[in-house]
T-cell receptor, first 114, second 114 residues
Framework: DQQVKQNSPSLSVQEGRISILNCDYTNSMFDYFLWYKKYPAEGPTFLISISSIKDKNEDGRFTVFLNKSAKHLSLHIVPSQPGDSAVYFCAAMNYGGSQGNLIFGKGTKLSVKP | ETGVTQSPTHLIKTRGQQVTLRCSSQSGHNTVSWYQQALGQGPQFIFQYYREEENGRGNFPPRFSGLQFPNYSSELNVNALELDDSALYLC?????????????FGQGTRLTVV
C-alpha cells in the first residue's frame, strides 16, 4: 500500500519550458513534504520542502505547491535546464513522529532536452 | 563542513553471509537513518538512530540491525543475506529538533547478493 505515489515514471521537456512533477499521498497525518533529486551513482540531494501549513514555497527556479484537500503536491521547474535531468523523488513525513522517517514515492525521471 | 560518507561504495556477498555497511554523518548532525532502495523503487526506511538508540523502524526483519556511535557515525548490519537484499543502501543524517528537517544523504552502498 503506497502512501506516496508518483504516477508518472518519466517526463520529457524542452529546455526553457516548464517541468511539472506530480505527487499524491494518502496519509492525512503527513505534515511535511520534500523533493529530492537524484543523479546516477549519487545519493538523493534535497531540493525544496513545504510544511502543511503553507500551500506554496518558492526557491529560485523551483516552486512546490501543496493542495491538502486533494492530498496532492507538485514541483514546478521554470525554466528547465539540461542539468535538471535526473530522477525526482517526492517524500513525506509526520513531523511529530520519528524525524528522518521519510516515505518516498517511486520517482519520476525528468529529461530536459536542449 | 563534511557531508555524509558511506563505505564501501560497492560490494558483492554470497547468500547466507553477513554484511556491515558504514556511514559517517554530516558534521553537527545527531540522527542517522538508513534506507534501502531496490531497482526502480524509491528509498524505503529501515530504521533511525538517535543518541545511540534505535528511534523508529520500518517494515524490515530483525536480521537488519544497526549501531550508532558517540561520534554519530553508524553501521548497518544484515545477517543471513538473501538475494532480495540486493539494493542500494542509503544513509541519511539530520538534526533532531532543528526547524529544517531535511535529511542529507550519502552516495550509497550498492550491495549485490549472489
Amino acid at each position: 500500500d503506497q502512501q506516496v505515489k508518483q504516477n508518472s515514471p518519466s517526463l520529457s521537456v524542452q529546455e526553457g519550458r516548464i517541468s511539472i512533477l506530480n505527487c499524491d499521498y494518502t496519509n492525512s497525518m503527513f505534515d511535511y513534504f520534500l523533493w529530492y533529486k537524484k543523479y546516477p551513482a549519487e545519493g538523493p540531494t534535497f531540493l525544496i520542502s513545504i510544511s502543511s501549513i503553507k500551500d506554496k514555497n518558492e526557491d529560485g527556479r523551483f516552486t512546490v505547491f501543496l493542495n491538502k484537500s486533494a492530498k496532492h503536491l507538485s514541483l514546478h521547474i521554470v525554466p528547465s535546464q539540461p542539468g535538471d535531468s535526473a530522477v525526482y523523488f517526492c517524500a513525506a513525513m509526520n513531523y511529530g513522529g520519528s524525524q528522518g522517517n521519510l516515505i518516498f514515492g517511486k520517482g519520476t525521471k525528468l529529461s530536459v532536452k536542449p | 563542513e563534511t557531508g555524509v560518507t558511506q563505505s564501501p561504495t560497492h560490494l558483492i556477498k554470497t547468500r547466507g553471509q553477513q554484511v556491515t555497511l558504514r556511514c559517517s554523518s554530516q558534521s553537527g548532525h545527531n540522527t542517522v537513518s538508513w534506507y534501502q532502495q531496490a531497482l526502480g523503487q524509491g528509498p524505503q526506511f529501515i530504521f533511525q538512530y538517535y543518541r545511540e538508540e534505535e528511534n523508529g523502524r520500518g517494515n524490515f526483519p530483525p536480521r537488519f540491525s544497526g549501531l550508532q556511535f558517540p561520534n554519530y557515525s553508524s553501521e548497518l548490519n544484515v545477517n543471513a543475506l538473501e538475494l532480495d537484499d540486493s539494493a542500494l543502501y542509503l544513509c541519511a543524517s539530520s538534526l533532531v529538533g532543528h526547524q529544517n528537517t531535511e535529511a542529507f544523504f550519502g552516495q550509497g552502498t550498492r550491495l549485490t547478493v549472489v
